[in-house]
């Protein structure tokens, strides 16, 4: 099919014909007095400091999206990052940039759930209409298991904005609280906008602890805390935000600050508020402080994906259908048996695999061992497909749509299932 045919069919995705499935991914809070107990047979089982990652936990607290999926939720406010590469000077852009990186904290369930964790080889792909006729592309894979890594690549082709990340959650038991200590990158490029070496404008940028409180007495809830450090080696530009957790006794919840430093080290600007509220910018020069962002005001725009009559096996929405009908049904019994099956049958591919000393290559993405002008050393692994810099915006989306099926109608092509750096040498 071609691509024109391609964007034909996103122009019938306003109508909801790509999102149709009657299950949603919205959570509920269904921690009552059986699931307080089920969960408290387990924590009794625990040592403070204990690693989580191989902890089977009830599916009551699980959320109805993979992690792969989950990442998308920091892609949900395009209209921010599309500003910030508008801005005309390097500092207005750093602030864009911050502000783009914070709209998307809150956008999470309400209750404590914790997404599902992806299977090795799992693959999540996705797409937005942009105004002005832009689109926007996601691909990510789990690249790991044990450790569990998940790699992701975002491009908005025609405003020539590069996203490359990794996520590597490190889950730990605290007592009354566990914490997924976000290892990982996030690496945003302005292609079109060159430093002085004549390499694309680069950010990189962290993530806040995520903690969920009261898991033996008080209320369950969740809080972010420790510390978001946004750099641009570009320009020179800093922030380290602070996440700033309640005290037992005193303090507030989900407030933050940070101060933007310049290239020389300058105290420029402080940032302060709260990431769920509104978030207040000081101009340190004046004084004058103002609303940065107001959360509560912004409009995420969630994905669109293509059906799942259309999806691979390991596919994420595809992959883990029963186990979330079954939550969006609030069966748990279901549910548990489901995602047995597929953990299962993943132990089984992995004794297998190590029984014939066979080790595991990712599909869509390959180690960064030969960088190109798109890498650096801020990530493990890279889409494995090179698309340069100086191409058209309609020919990086050809390549793009050639890594893995994206949009409605897509086909797999016979070298889909070839592990990435086997397709290195498969000639285009």
């Known amino acids: 099919m071609s691509l024109s045919k391609f964007k034909l069919k996103l122009g019938d995705t306003s109508k909801g014909s790509i999102n149709s499935s009657p299950v949603d991914t919205e959570d509920i809070d269904e921690v009552d007095d059986q699931g307080q107990s089920i969960l408290m047979g387990i924590i009794t089982?625990?040592?403070?400091?204990?690693?989580?990652?191989?902890?089977?936990?009830?599916?009551?607290?699980?959320?109805?999206?993979?992690?792969?999926?989950?990442?998308?939720?920091?892609?949900?406010?395009?209209?921010?990052?599309?500003?910030?590469?508008a801005a005309k000077t390097p500092q207005d852009r750093f602030l864009n940039v911050v502000k783009w990186y914070l709209s998307g904290w809150h956008i999470a369930p309400?209750?404590?759930?914790?997404p599902l964790n992806p299977?090795?080889?799992?693959?999540?792909?996705?797409f937005w209409e942009l105004k002005d006729g832009q689109h926007a592309y996601y691909i990510s894979e789990q690249t790991s298991h044990h450790p569990p890594q998940s790699a992701y690549f975002y491009m908005i082709p025609e405003s020539h904005i590069r996203v490359d990340g990794m996520v590597i959650p490190k889950s730990r038991f605290l007592g009354n609280s566990t914490a997924a200590i976000m290892d990982g990158v996030t690496v945003l490029q302005f292609l079109d906008i060159l430093d002085k070496n004549g390499e694309p404008e680069k950010y990189t940028l962290t993530q806040p602890t995520?903690?969920?409180?009261?898991?033996?007495?008080?209320?369950?809830?969740?809080e972010l805390g420790d510390h978001m450090i946004i750099k641009s080696p570009s320009t020179g530009f800093s922030i380290d935000i602070e996440f700033k957790t309640k005290g037992f006794i005193s303090g507030t919840y989900d407030a933050i600050g940070g101060t933007v430093l310049d290239p020389k080290g300058k105290a420029l600007f402080e940032i302060t508020g709260k990431w769920n509220d509104i978030i207040y910018i000081t101009d340190?020069?004046?004084?004058?402080?103002?609303?940065?962002?107001?959360?509560n005001k912004t409009n995420p725009l969630k994905p669109q994906v293509r059906p799942i009559e259309e999806q691979g096996e390991f596919e994420s929405r595809k992959l883990w259908k029963h186990v979330t009908d079954a939550l969006g049904d609030r069966n748990h019994e279901i549910a548990t048996n489901e995602k047995f099956k597929?953990?299962?049958d993943q132990r089984i591919k992995t004794k297998k695999r190590e029984e014939e000393n066979i080790e595991f290559y990712p599909k869509l993405f390959k180690?960064?061992?030969n960088k190109n002008e798109n890498e650096s050393s801020d990530l493990d692994y890279y889409i494995y497909k090179h698309i340069p810099n100086d191409l058209s915006p309609k020919e990086q989306t050809k390549l793009i749509l050639e890594i893995a099926p994206i949009l409605p109608g897509q086909k797999f092509t016979p070298e889909f299932e070839i592990p990435a750096f086997d397709k290195l040498h498969i000639s285009d």
Not at 110 to 114: G, R, S
Not at 284 to 295: N, P, Q, R, W
């Open 284 to 295: 340190l020069s004046t004084g004058k402080k103002t609303e940065f962002l107001d959360v």
């Open 45 to 85: 089982q625990l040592r403070p400091g204990m690693d989580l990652s191989r902890i089977t936990l009830p599916t009551f607290i699980l959320e109805r999206k993979s992690m792969l999926e989950r990442i998308t939720n920091q892609l949900q406010q395009p209209e921010l990052v599309l500003e910030a590469h």
């Open 119 to 126: 299977v090795l080889g799992e693959y999540f792909t996705s």
């Open 342 to 344: 597929i953990e299962d």
């Open 210 to 222: 995520i903690y969920a409180r009261g898991i033996l007495f008080g209320k369950m809830r969740i």
């Open 110 to 114: 309400k209750a404590v759930k914790k």
């Open 367 to 369: 180690k960064n061992e």
